[in-house]
């Protein structure tokens, strides 16, 4: 059973940037696609950037240009570095690979 932990969630201002953190109890990264999601109050969950085994990148229109998908070389931890934050990228996020999910992270973006 492979096990994902989200952490770097919390609470910041407009414009404020936060690195979220995906960490896999195996190398599962390391061959398989993976994707960062989130999940407003009220809203259906959708995603926010996806990261191909190849290294291609797919981000939601919302995000193009403020966050980056990332992983280490090991395939341990995927990152979300979240830059230019806005009050509407408030949400749970969760990291996902294959059919496994993270227990979701808080981001607030609030003044």
């Known amino acids: 059973q492979v096990q994902l932990v989200e952490s770097g969630g919390g609470l910041v201002q407009p414009g404020g940037s936060l690195r979220l953190s995906c960490a896999a109890s195996v190398a599962i990264f390391r061959f398989n696609a993976m994707g960062w999601y989130r999940q407003a109050p009220g809203k259906q969950r959708e995603l926010v950037a996806g990261?191909?085994?190849?290294?291609?990148?797919n981000y939601a229109d919302s995000v193009k240009g403020r966050f980056t998908i990332s992983r280490d070389n090991a395939g341990n931890t995927m990152y979300l570095q979240m830059n230019n934050l806005k009050p509407e990228d408030t949400a749970v996020y969760y990291c996902s690979c294959r059919h496994y999910w993270g227990q979701g992270t808080q981001v607030t973006v609030s003044s």
């Open positions: 990261l191909t085994i190849g290294g291609s990148t």
